[in-house]
């Protein structure tokens, strides 16, 4: 039989309120007595009821995350580094953490909003659909802080925490630019989202500053997958006879990379390739990848640390957060 706390306060000699006191931490109760409930719990082998000890403190000690990962990207690699590093950092300060999946779907994503809000959580950690996102002023109204990672919603204000794409790019094709390359095809997945749009912007910076014209026939923009990538790099090599490609994200670099092995152009004597994220794989290729490195890790222990700080002061004016991407030059370059 399950012990209650009422069986708790006739082990200790105290009231059930004393008990209540200890386990919340609600009431000044003497070290004396603390240990005897405390040794009372422990012989028998109490449990407090968290979901009732939430109810009365209206705390949970529960984060939630939602990330928009889709079945034919390979991004789930990437957002379930970003988790890991939240993860880790709620650990530290007894926090737990649910995970969502919103699959870039701007209604899943609401529908996941209304459920988290029927339930008791203390902060949300998003990365937001492409969409605008004005409909959180209404649904939010303040009753939990919320972090923006990855992407900087449209329509709505609060602290992001993001990693410098832009200046990750703009540095890749600086590189190329310097190499001798003058035709650079740049491959990317919609644009309309803070990740796609800075490093399309790091592109263009890029050719502008080093004294190139743009040559919009030379950028390639559709739905992130593998056959896009595969059928844009084509383009790019047989129509555009492109010497270099910058894939702005990594299904599309894999799409890139299995165009040139099928057509057997040579990397990087033909094509010099450089891709956006580094996992093992793109250090096995033949040859192994040039990338934009992200700290996806890093990512989510910043995006914890911010909430944590917003829960315990919810007055201070929102920030933006920006880590820094590295580029990593193998021999693809």
Same mark, same amino acid.
């Given at each position: 039989?399950?012990?209650?706390?009422?069986?708790?306060?006739?082990?200790?000699?105290?009231?059930?309120?004393?008990?209540?006191?200890?386990?919340?931490?609600?009431?000044?109760?003497?070290?004396?007595?603390?240990?005897?409930?405390?040794?009372?719990?422990?012989?028998?082998?109490?449990?407090?009821?968290?979901?009732?000890?939430?109810?009365?403190? %209206?705390?949970?000690?529960?984060? $939630?995350?939602?990330?928009?990962?889709?079945?034919?990207?390979?991004?789930?690699?990437?957002?379930?580094?970003?988790?890991?590093?939240?993860?880790?950092?709620?650990?530290?300060?007894?926090?737990?953490?649910?995970?969502?999946?919103?699959?870039?779907?701007?209604?899943?994503?609401?529908?996941?909003?209304?459920?988290?809000?029927?339930?008791?959580?203390?902060?949300?950690?998003?990365?937001?659909?492409?969409?605008?996102?004005?409909?959180?002023?209404?649904?939010?109204?303040?009753?939990?802080?919320?972090?923006?990672?990855?992407?900087?919603?449209?329509?709505?204000?609060?602290?992001?925490?993001?990693?410098?794409?832009?200046?990750?790019?703009?540095?890749?094709?600086?590189?190329?630019?310097?190499?001798?390359?003058?035709?650079?095809?740049?491959?990317?997945?919609?644009?309309?989202?803070?990740?796609?749009?800075?490093?399309?912007?790091?592109?263009?910076?890029?050719?502008?500053?080093?004294?190139? %014209?743009?040559?919009?026939?030379?950028?390639?923009?559709?739905?992130?997958?593998?056959?896009?990538?595969?059928?844009? $790099?084509?383009?790019?090599?047989?129509?555009?006879?492109?010497?270099?490609?910058?894939?702005?994200?990594?299904?599309?670099?894999?799409?890139?990379?299995?165009?040139? %092995?099928?057509?057997?152009?040579?990397?990087?004597?033909?094509?010099?390739?450089?891709?956006?994220?580094?996992?093992?794989?793109?250090?096995?290729?033949?040859?192994?990848?040039?990338?934009?490195? %992200?700290?996806?890790?890093?990512?989510?222990?910043?995006?914890?640390?911010?909430?944590?700080?917003?829960?315990?002061?919810?007055?201070?004016?929102?920030?933006?957060?920006?880590?820094?991407?590295?580029?990593?030059?193998?021999?693809?370059?």
């Amino acid at each position: 039989m399950t012990a209650s706390m009422k069986d708790v306060a006739e082990r200790a000699e105290v009231s059930t309120a004393t008990v209540s006191h200890v386990i919340n931490n609600t009431r000044y109760v003497s070290e004396e007595i603390r240990q005897r409930v405390l040794q009372a719990m422990k012989e028998l082998n109490y449990r407090p009821n968290s979901i009732a000890r939430s109810l009365r403190s %209206q705390k949970s000690n529960t984060i $939630a995350l939602i990330v928009p990962i889709l079945v034919e990207d390979t991004s789930s690699f990437f957002f379930m580094s970003v988790a890991q590093g939240i993860e880790n950092t709620l650990k530290k300060h007894g926090y737990n953490l649910i995970l969502s999946n919103s699959n870039e779907n701007l209604e899943t994503e609401k529908e996941q909003i209304r459920t988290l809000n029927s339930q008791l959580i203390d902060g949300l950690i998003i990365a937001p659909t492409a969409e605008e996102h004005s409909y959180l002023n209404e649904v939010l109204n303040g009753a939990y802080p919320v972090v923006f990672i990855d992407r900087r919603p449209r329509g709505i204000e609060g602290d992001c925490v993001l990693s410098d794409g832009y200046r990750g790019t703009y540095d890749a094709i600086t590189k190329l630019i310097d190499k001798g390359h003058k035709k650079i095809g740049f491959i990317t997945g919609p644009l309309g989202i803070t990740t796609s749009d800075e490093r399309f912007e790091g592109y263009k910076r890029a050719i502008i500053d080093n004294g190139l %014209q743009m040559e919009f026939s030379l950028i390639k923009e559709t739905e992130a997958t593998y056959k896009n990538g595969y059928e844009l $790099a084509k383009k790019l090599v047989t129509e555009e006879k492109v010497t270099a490609i910058f894939a702005a994200n990594n299904v599309m670099t894999i799409g890139t990379l299995k165009l040139l %092995q099928d057509m057997d152009i040579k990397i990087p004597e033909q094509v010099s390739v450089i891709g956006f994220d580094d996992y093992d794989w793109t250090r096995i290729t033949t040859p192994p990848l040039s990338v934009v490195k %992200q700290f996806p890790f890093d990512l989510g222990t910043k995006a914890a640390e911010v909430l944590l700080s917003r829960i315990s002061n919810r007055d201070n004016q929102y920030k933006e957060y920006r880590l820094p991407t590295e580029l990593v030059l193998r021999k693809s370059f």
